[in-house]
Structure formats: C-alpha cells, structure tokens
C-alpha cells in the first residue's frame, strides 16, 4: 500500500500530470457551464420552465440544462406564461428570472404582460414596468400570448412599449390567442403602428400563413397540403424589415416539412429572418427541430444564421 500510495505522488509531481490534472478541469468546468456550445450551436429562442400544478409534468431549470447540454443548445431564451389562455398554470416572469439565475451563462430570462392587466393603464406605465425586469436581467419580451385579436389596441400599447425599451417581441398567434385573419391584415397593421419594434412570428396561425392558400381553419391547426407560393409570411418580410420568424413547435416544424421542397426553398431564402427555437417545456418532449434542420440540405452560412447568428443579432447576445 505504502509503495502505491509513493507511486501517485511521484506522478502527481510531474509536469505533464499536473497538465492532464489542469486540463481535466478546466474542461469539467467549461462542461458545467456549457462553454464549449456557445461559439458553434444552437441558440434555443423559444424554451419554457413550469412548476409542479396542472396536469402537464414539471419543467425545472436543471432538466431544462440537462436536456440542453444532450442536444447540443448553448444558450436558450425562457419565456414566461402570464396570460391566462397560454397553459394550464402561470408561469410569471419573476418564476423564470429566480429560477433561472443560477445558469445565466446558458438561460437568458424573458418578460411579459397581459396587456388587460388595467394597473398598467398606459404605454408610459408599462414602460416603467418592464424596464423592472430589465434592470433585472431580461432580454427579450415574450411569450405573448393573449386571448385577443393581435392588432387590439391593448397588444399595441404593449409592443410599442416594448419597442421603446429595444425588447424583441415574440408572440403566438392561432385561432384563439393573438387572432388574425387569412392574410393577416391585424399584424400588418400592428408592424405599420409600431415601425421601431422588432417582432418574432410563432404558432399556429402564423406558420400557417407560410402557404399563399391560408385559411381560418388552418389557423388552428396543422395542414398538410403542398404549400403555395404568395403567403403572407413573405408578403410581410417584403414589406416590414422587423418581421422574424420563430421555427418552434409543431407549428414551425409542420411549416417546413408539409411540403420540404418549398420549405427548403423557404428557409434559404428567409435565412436572414428565421431563428431556430423548440418550445421545450416538457421533460421527454419530442423535438423534430433538433435533427430537421440538419439533415435539410442547407449552406454552412444559411445554417449559421438560423441555428445562432440572427439571434446573436436580434437579442444583441
């Protein structure tokens, strides 16, 4: 015993032990941390975290980590569920920034309001509000997601003082939350009242709108049909350079393989407003985005700015 307890010291003593010592954690660190994703993966802008009510199984931050560091995601917004029509149970933006704290190098903390909330009766009052969560750590605004039409006055107050305090904006629209018509005449009318707010597109209604033959009834769920040229998603990322797109979810995921060839088409050509995004929010949630995006032939430079760069930018990471 003596013998093998003086063998580990002689070699603890030498030099390129204590290199292999020195590496080894330095990059136990770098993996706790989450470092070595950052520079080269995905950037998640659309992750949630849930608490143990309702009848869907909790989220906590650390399996939020967990699941990341499996599928190779360096960095993921989480955004908070306030509005009583977006899940089973409440998720406040003060639950995401207290629970999420702990790895700010890898969760990035989203806020938002109800724009109903009448103690925030003004734009100047809700300015004042989330300039709190501001000075508090958050990022981006989100997820909006409200049980009125999407250009309702209230919403544009909301994004307006949104836009004021350079929060990208990303909201649901379907056929029940943020409504909108075949077309969507409201969020051109919203991107037209609020021209300095940058506003990120998710779910069912938006994605929808990929295809030129939109319907109500589409709104609400996933078509499956080939897809049309003329839809409205491109109409408005012609006309608004502040429009994006959220590819998370079913939604987004439906939106690209309902018919690959256009969607292939879709995301060369809108890889400069396009940002990858899962909505995780489930622990053993199936995630289709996770290996879509890869095995769909893209350039190296399509797929740099879609898994990273155009949130890099967006949110000013």
Request: hydrophobic share 40%; proline share 5%; aromatic share 8%.
């Amino acid at each position: 015993m003596h013998g093998l307890h003086q063998t580990r010291r002689q070699f603890l003593k030498s030099a390129g032990a204590m290199t292999v010592v020195a590496r080894a954690m330095r990059a136990n660190a770098e993996e706790s941390h989450g470092s070595q994703y950052l520079a080269n993966r995905f950037v998640d802008v659309h992750t949630h975290i849930t608490q143990a009510f309702g009848e869907k199984p909790p989220l906590s931050a650390s399996e939020l980590v967990a699941w990341m560091d499996k599928v190779e995601i360096g960095k993921a917004f989480v955004l908070p569920l306030v509005n009583p029509e977006s899940w089973d149970h409440l998720i406040s933006t003060e639950y995401v920034l207290r629970e999420t704290e702990p790895y700010r190098e890898r969760l990035i903390a989203s806020c938002c309001i109800d724009p109903r909330a009448n103690y925030l009766d003004s734009v100047e009052a809700k300015v004042k509000h989330l300039q709190r969560y501001i000075d508090a750590g958050v990022k981006g605004y989100g997820e909006h997601k409200c049980g009125v039409n999407i250009d309702d006055p209230r919403n544009i107050e909301v994004f307006a003082a949104a836009a004021e305090l350079k929060l990208p904006i990303l909201f649901h629209l379907d056929s029940v939350r943020n409504m909108d018509k075949p077309g969507l005449p409201g969020l051109a009318k919203v991107l037209e009242s609020v021209p300095n707010g940058i506003f990120i597109g998710h779910a069912n209604g938006w994605w929808a709108s990929i295809s030129g033959d939109a319907t109500e009834s589409d709104f609400g769920g996933y078509p499956n049909r080939k897809t049309t040229s003329g839809g409205a998603i491109d109409a408005l990322m012609d006309r608004f350079p502040n429009i994006y797109g959220d590819l998370s979810a079913g939604s987004g995921s439906n939106a690209i393989l309902r018919d690959v060839e256009f969607g292939r088409e879709f995301l060369i050509r809108r890889a400069d407003r396009l940002l990858f995004g899962t909505d995780y929010l489930m622990p053993g949630q199936k995630v289709p985005q996770i290996s879509m995006y890869r095995e769909i032939e893209l350039s190296e430079d399509a797929r740099a700015k879609i898994f990273r760069e155009n949130a890099q930018r967006v949110f000013n990471l």
